[in-house]
């Protein structure tokens, strides 16, 4: 089966300090996306950011970036500046063949105050 | 961005009854809905996808006789909890695309079922 793994269920982080979320994928496919999803305590899922495989270059926004690893199949987020309201699930997910995505189980980060 | 909308935002119904949810594409055409399933603390389930004016495919495991699927118009799908149990209890997403947009999905807000 095609998966997306996310080893950190919980992750804490003092407001404006760094924190990186962990993700790896299984994928046949040399070209597809990768994405990380915001899911708040309204459970209204926020896409966060996105990335291309075949762009090298990674994928930035605001203070949200990622370190894509595509030989290791890995796909960490890095939060700069770390906020009150960045405290959520956060979710992996990677888009399998065009069908549908596969979401990793989540990771729930507490920005601490 | 697009928009997504999900109706009800909360159900609590009767054990045996059958719900239906909508979700609707506001703003652009969703010629692909998928419906997905979440429990407390846990990660997103597929349930099936949905192609505007086909039948739903349904995922291994997921009962399409319990979660009828109907995808009739490009903005529109509906999701019928048949028989509803409180098992079923849950909370159900959507999402949409357009025709080919394979890295986006627009996430409807959920909505909360529980069955007594």
């Known amino acids: 089966a095609q998966t997306v793994t996310q080893s950190q269920p919980e992750m804490s982080v003092q407001e404006a300090e760094t924190v990186t979320l962990s993700c790896t994928y299984d994928?046949?496919?040399?070209?597809?996306?990768l994405f990380w999803y915001k899911q708040p305590p309204s459970r209204q899922m926020i896409l966060v950011i996105r990335?291309?495989?075949?762009?090298?270059q990674n994928a930035t926004e605001n203070r949200f970036s990622v370190n894509f690893q595509k030989a290791a199949k890995s796909f960490s987020l890095k939060i700069s500046d770390s906020q009150l309201g960045d405290t959520a699930m956060y979710f992996c997910?990677?888009?399998?063949?065009?069908?549908?995505?596969?979401f990793g189980p989540g990771t729930r980060l507490s920005v601490l105050p | 961005g697009a928009v997504v909308s999900q109706h009800p935002s909360r159900v609590i119904c009767k054990s045996g009854t059958s719900v239906k949810i909508e979700c609707r594409s506001l703003?652009?055409?969703?010629?692909?809905m998928f419906w997905y399933r979440q429990f407390p603390k846990q990660s997103l389930m597929l349930m099936a996808t949905?192609?505007?004016?086909?039948?739903?495919?349904?995922e291994q495991g997921v009962e399409k006789d319990k979660f009828l699927i109907n995808h009739a118009s490009l903005t529109l799908s509906t999701l019928t909890v048949t028989s509803a149990h409180p098992e079923d209890s849950s909370f159900y997403i959507c999402?949409?695309?357009?025709?080919?947009?394979?890295?986006?999905?627009?996430f409807g807000p959920g909505t909360r079922l529980l069955v007594l």
């Open positions: 990335q291309e495989a075949y762009k090298q």
């Open positions: 999402s949409a695309r357009d025709f080919g947009q394979r890295e986006t999905q627009y």
């Open positions: 997910a990677r888009d399998n063949y065009g069908q549908n995505f596969v």
């Open positions: 994928t046949s496919e040399s070209n597809y996306y």
């Open positions: 949905s192609n505007e004016g086909s039948k739903a495919t349904y």
């Open positions: 703003d652009f055409q969703a010629t692909t």
